[in-house]
């Protein structure tokens, strides 16, 4: 435990370089100063019985929050959220298809009509925002939706205005892995598809088994801005008037009608040859969703920086305060404390906060403690927190996401998801060094 809280601190305690293995007196001041006995009380806390494994909208979550604020304003963190509160207020939505009122037909070139099967061919995503909602358009196969600027594009020479877009799961070889990642989410292929003028798509997924639940509750999670006008979260936040998930089946009936080959097609832009073209059919669906909202909190703590300069830029420090609540019984008990995931994270972050506060060189830029909501529901409690940051988006300069750090087995390596992107990987590279890792 000490050995990761060392690396984190290091990281963004902006060490002197990459080439110096020997920290300075103030930074091995404030690594000795950590408290595993701290971070034990903080997990054994949070992942107590009492709080019933921290659901969002539940009062073991209030008691969660209640929790980290107490102990952030008695480190002396100041408040970060809204208008001088710890707490950044947000709304989880809870959308639920009405099953039976999911409709959708294909018409063909000459006026055919075939009525989709729903849960068979089509699945819709409840509408985040809508409680009724429709589309029609024609279908447009733009292979993996993604539009890269000056790169590849599955848009180039289709125009999908009006249009309803047939997209395929996943994304071109040979990018990046972090791109492949960004490319391959299906909330960005949607938000793409809006950007190009589409009314709505059709998301096939390859490896999607169908259910043998006749009637299967589709259920899909965003956070809204208190005055619920909109949505965020990682898949559908609403800008389309409709999102089908379909799967292989469809994508082959759509195919037979144009001569092409499926596989020669989906090889084409596996390869990074976009392939889209017009399909000769249109497509009308509607359906209903019903909505259930609460509010939950973001928590957030302000350490401010000593630098005249640097102060104005902040560096954020996450990890998630939910868990999943009372669940499937195991062994008779049904809580899931979540000790691991993520009390654990933000033991280390409170902790991270303290050492912060009582050392010598307070940080050149100032310091955000993130605590997030609904990580579980769908990370929806750090997208709204990454679209409405509570200080200038463009001064936060990095992150370091905590979520389920290595107590409860040997530190070996180090493995900094997204570091390579920034000047970070610097630092991550000397804090490894200093302790002999990976
Ligand atoms: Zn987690």
Redesign the pocket.
Known sequence: MVKYLLILFCVVSFCASAQQVQVTTNIQQAMDRIDTNAIRSHIAYLADDKLKGRLPGTEGYQMAVDYVTGQLKQIGVMPGGDKGNFTQKLVIRKSVLNNPSSVAYLKNASGKIDTLSFGKDFTPTPHPLKEQTAASGGLVFAGYGVDIPGGYSDYAGVDVKGKIVVLVAGAPDGLRSTLTAHFSNAGNKMNTAFEKGAVGAIIIENTARQSTNPNPVIQHNVALNPAKTAAYGRRFTGTLQVVLSGNKNLLLKLFAATGKEAEAVLANIKSGKPSSFMLPFSLTTSYATTHTDFESYNVVGLIPGSDPKLKNEYVVHS??LD?VGIGRPVNGDSIYN?AH??AS?IASLLEIARVYKSSNAAPKRSVLIVMVTG??MGLIGSSYFAANPTVPKASIVADVNT??PTVIAPLLSVVPLGAEHSTIMNHVKFAAGHLGLD
């Open positions: 990890a998630h868990h979540g995931d993520n994270g990580e579980e979520d389920m």
